[in-house]
């Protein structure tokens, strides 16, 4: 009956009927049977079918409290009841309640503002970041750079900033002036060296880069904490400290993505606090709702927002967006914020991530695994043809050990582009809800579908 009320009395193949007809899906290559998911719980999804799955995805890594929280629903509803929409350009109660709250969680004074998406976020630091040069006599500065590896968004100018080229053919030009250095891959370091005796030359390169291109031209740096979507690539400890020193220096922002890393997901409350430093703007979304609402945010440094709140100076903000910052959205981001606060779940998704660590080292002598990383509640396995070479793993290999997991009910991602077109990096990043028997369930499973191999 309870499948009744989410099929609207459809069986699966009409579903799958009318799937086929009229909806188009994400990014996903062709395919007539997707899933078609109907409950959830905890860090369990239910499909049209009955079988139940344990996401080890989060979904696209957001859903970070888990499945199911009435709590979340019913501040939304609560929300949406008393007041359903007020624009922005004015200001709203849960708005303040959770720009100040987005504040706190920095642990500095920032200013936010609210968009829809990671890749609006991104968009939005970019304009921020060009306008404040702008009105700091520095007009110029417009050149964003950014690695390659990195994803950033779908968007013309979020896109630009990504560094993976078979996610920008077919669609370029993209937005002029993003440029792009090598990412901090110990595993295959681009610089030919080995992490402990070199110069962390991954970081040195932006200090390169600025001045060749010229520091009056570079208007900020954006990077994750961890590159996530482009291959779990974790930087060495000093990286991020570095590259903040460098951009001091040249004068230019420094933008931190916690689209993925924030709110949790790292094992501390945003990405970049494990490395001590304080960016000038922060852009999150994802797990500030813990995917059940679209809402992002881009927080800036108050003084840098200083510079926009003149009166009479016309320099404000030229930006407006509809639904940004909506009120249902936003009271439901409050409420997940404060439950994550309440139940510990920060500390909770180092616990399960260090437990995760340790325990998937059940395939590290697999010769299909070349490298095993993590951040935080986030696992990325590098699969490889051959250790020695670290030829990367034929793309059926790795499907394989993603359809022999799903067969056994955890599902796990993949990405990489390694080599453009082989993403043959496994990902984990199950919700914060995974109980003790759920992580033990997960790595069974994926030493079984290893074991296929
Ligand atoms: N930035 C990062 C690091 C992401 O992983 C993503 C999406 O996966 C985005 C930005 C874009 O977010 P959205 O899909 O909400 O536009």
Request: aromatic share 10%; glycine share 10%.
């Amino acid at each position: 009956s309870q499948l009744q009320t989410f099929s609207q009395g459809l069986n699966k193949e009409e579903l799958l009927e009318k799937d086929r007809s009229y909806m188009w899906h994400h990014m996903s290559q062709y395919n007539p049977n997707p899933m078609i998911a109907t409950e959830s719980k905890g860090a369990w999804i239910t499909d049209v079918d009955g079988n139940r799955y344990l996401d080890g995805m989060s979904g696209l890594w957001c859903v970070n409290i888990g499945y199911g929280r009435q709590e979340l629903a019913d501040a939304a509803y609560e929300q949406l009841k008393s007041l359903a929409y007020f624009p922005l350009t004015q200001s709203h109660v849960p708005g303040i309640r959770l720009a100040e709250k987005v504040s706190e969680w920095l642990g500095d004074e920032y200013r936010v503002f609210f968009s829809n998406s990671g890749s609006e976020a991104n968009e939005v630091a970019f304009k921020i970041a060009r306008q404040y040069h702008h009105q700091k006599g520095q007009p110029g500065r417009f050149k964003f750079i950014s690695r390659h590896r990195a994803y950033h968004g779908n968007t013309m100018g979020a896109l630009a900033a990504t560094g993976q080229a078979v996610r920008k053919q077919k669609y370029e030009p993209l937005a002029p002036g993003f440029l792009h250095t090598a990412p901090p891959y110990c595993y295959r370091c681009p610089f030919g060296k080995t992490y402990g005796s070199c110069n962390l030359e991954c970081a040195q390169v932006f200090d390169e880069v600025i001045n060749w291109e010229g520091a009056e031209t570079v208007a900020g740096v954006i990077m994750e904490p961890t590159i996530t979507g482009g291959g779990v690539i974790v930087p060495p400890p000093e990286y991020l400290p570095k590259v903040r020193e460098i951009c001091d220096k040249l004068g230019v922002l420094l933008i931190i993505d916690e689209v993925i890393c924030g709110f949790g997901r790292s094992g501390r409350k945003f990405g970049h606090q494990n490395f001590g430093v304080k960016p000038d703007i922060v852009t999150m979304a994802k797990g500030i709702t813990s995917g059940y609402l679209p809402l992002s945010a881009t927080a800036v440094r108050a003084d840098i927002a200083d510079c926009f709140n003149e009166p009479g100076t016309n320099r404000h903000f030229r930006h407006v967006n509809t639904f940004g910052g909506n009120p249902a959205a936003c009271a439901l981001a409050v409420k997940n914020m404060e439950l994550i606060e309440e139940e510990g779940l920060v500390e909770r998704a180092e616990q399960l991530g260090v437990a995760l660590r340790e325990k998937i080292r059940v395939i590290e002598n697999h010769p299909n695994v070349g490298d095993i990383r993590t951040f935080g509640l986030i696992c990325g396995i590098e699969m490889v043809e051959n250790r020695d070479i670290k030829q990367p793993a034929e793309p059926d290999k790795v499907t394989k050990v993603i359809a022999e997991s799903k067969k056994r009910g955890l599902i796990i991602g993949r990405n990489g582009d390694t080599v453009p077109g082989f993403n043959n990096v496994l990902t984990i990043a199950p919700p914060f809800a995974t109980t003790d028997e759920d992580l033990e369930f997960i790595v069974r499973i994926v030493k079984e579908a290893f074991d296929t191999l």
